[in-house]
């Protein structure tokens, strides 16, 4: 009942100092017509200060409240403090708020609620959407072609002298092969025999081993030394000296089956002097045809083998050369290992042989010719253009290698140059700008000719993000 009586006498005393600020001959009249001065009237709402007013009394009543009851009040501070964010093209927050109709009790939560959602749509708006900004350019080819020379000393591409480095690759590779014999050759046993020579001359005569005698055109050798004796004379008779030798047939074969009473000639000694004569036939004289491993064949398998080689080792230069180009008239191949399983004319069916060839050549980089060749392209660039590396292209046509080892050939270097655009500058221009408004920035730039807009976590595909950080630029040539 107290707080009451005191609030009245509160209000009452509020009363009477608005009235005691009007003269006191002031009519009732007059005072109808006197415009008051009240807190709405100066900006504030009359809400607003009776509300003040009443929730300081409500808190001293809860204070002395709780002084009697012997609880004091418990006040947690409860702080809010937002990320701060600046940003430039939005009004002014102060601005926005004065224009505002004045508000009524509880309407400040929703207010700030308002603001703190709109805040962080704008962060959204400002972080998330993503332009990739395909540029179309118009590119130009630049060609220029000249003789070089290929130094395997040098170490580096001279542009002034036309020399450029060559690297020898060498690579041993080896094989093995099995291939079909094709020799054929007679084999088999010589004709053997017992002869009687017959010297007719007075002096005795020895006949070494090896001494041949032929008989029907079969050659006969004899398989020891012969000693003979002289002849001896008579009246009106002579007798001839005579020994027995064993024969053999020179060649194999039936042809030395010769038959009994055969007549004999020497090579070196004329009929009438010494002749022989077989009692009885040869014999054991037999041969057949048989298939043997000849020179053809070893041979044969030495270059199948090597021409197999010869690719798997111009493979292995290329990898081991890094990419670089081996120049085909350069290489050289050597056959450092032989091995087969059958000697020369051994008779068999197969031949299996084991070859090693090394192989050697020479190799250049394309990178030292577009370095030999590219002061000359750059010359022929327009101004604002540059060369794409990634686009040049090398040919290298009529490679000669002279008696002196002097490697000459002839090198094209095809270049593509782009417009050079500052990436990080454009992105500054097309920051915030409408589609159609980033056409005309782009189409101002020097070999623009196009461009293509694709967008991501943007709510507006008619417009480029805010922040230059989110839009990607790639450059195409069209």
């Known amino acids: 009942m107290d707080d009451e009586i005191d609030e009245d006498e509160e209000a009452s005393e509020e009363e009477g100092i608005v009235h005691d600020e009007l003269p006191d001959t002031a009519t009732r009249d007059e005072l109808s017509n006197v415009e008051l001065v009240t807190p709405e009237s100066l900006g504030f709402r009359r809400e607003d200060v009776l509300e003040s007013k009443s929730v300081e009394r409500q808190k001293g009543t809860e204070n002395h409240a709780s002084v009697k009851s012997g609880k004091m009040p418990i006040s947690l501070p409860i702080k809010l403090s937002l990320p701060h964010i600046s940003f430039d093209k939005l009004p002014n927050i102060r601005e926005l708020f004065s224009r505002l109709p004045p508000m009524r009790r509880g309407g400040a939560p929703i207010i700030i609620g308002v603001v703190v959602l709109l805040i962080i749509l704008a962060s959204l708006y400002y972080t998330l959407p993503r332009a990739t900004v395909t540029v179309l ?27 450029i480095p060559g690297r020898t690759q060498e690579q041993s590779v080896s094989g093995e092969k099995t291939i079909a014999v094709s020799g054929k050759k007679n084999v088999g046993d010589p004709a053997k025999g017992t002869v009687t020579i017959y010297n007719k001359v007075t002096s005795g005569r020895t006949f070494p081993k090896g001494t041949v005698l032929t008989t029907g055109g079969v050659a006969f050798t004899l398989d020891s030394d012969v000693s003979v004796a002289s002849a001896s004379e008579s009246i009106g008779s002579i007798t001839f000296g005579k020994a027995n030798a064993s024969v053999t047939a020179r060649d194999i074969g039936p042809n030395g089956n ?3 009473s055969s007549e004999f000639s ?8 010494v002749s022989a004569r077989n009692e009885t036939a040869f014999t054991g004289g037999t041969s057949k045809q048989v298939t043997v491993v000849s020179r053809a064949d070893q041979d044969g398998l030495v270059k199948a083998l090597t021409d197999e080689l010869v690719g798997q080792a111009k493979e292995r230069l290329l990898s081991v050369a890094g990419g670089e180009r081996l ?18 004319d051994e008779e068999a069916s197969q031949l299996h042989g084991k070859v090693t060839v090394k192989v050697t050549g020479i190799s250049i980089a394309d990178s030292d010719i577009n370095a030999a060749l590219a002061p000359l392209v750059e010359e022929k660039i327009p101004s604002g ?3 794409a590396p990634e686009q040049t292209k090398v040919d290298v ?13 002839n090198a094209k270097l095809t270049a593509v140059s782009l417009p050079e655009v500052d990436e990080e500058e454009l992105k500054k221009k097309l920051a915030g700008q409408g589609v159609d408004k980033a056409l005309e920035i782009l189409k101002e730039t020097r070999g623009v000719s196009g461009a293509e807009f694709r967008f991501a976590f943007s709510p507006l595909h008619s417009r480029l993000p805010l922040s230059s950080n989110n839009i990607t630029i790639t450059v195409m040539v069209q």
């Open 137 to 163: 350019v118009a590119s130009q080819s630049v060609d220029e072609s000249t003789s070089l020379t290929v130094d395997p000393a040098a170490t580096v591409a001279d542009a002034s002298s036309k020399i």
């Open 258 to 260: 010769v038959s009994a």
């Open 266 to 273: 020497f090579s070196t000694v004329s009929s009438s002097q």
């Open 327 to 344: 120049i085909d008239t350069t290489i050289k191949t050597e056959v450092s290992e032989k091995v087969f399983d059958a000697e020369l």
């Open 385 to 387: 253009y540059q060369i």
């Open 397 to 409: 046509s009529q490679v000669s290698v002279k008696k002196d080892g002097t490697i000459t050939l």
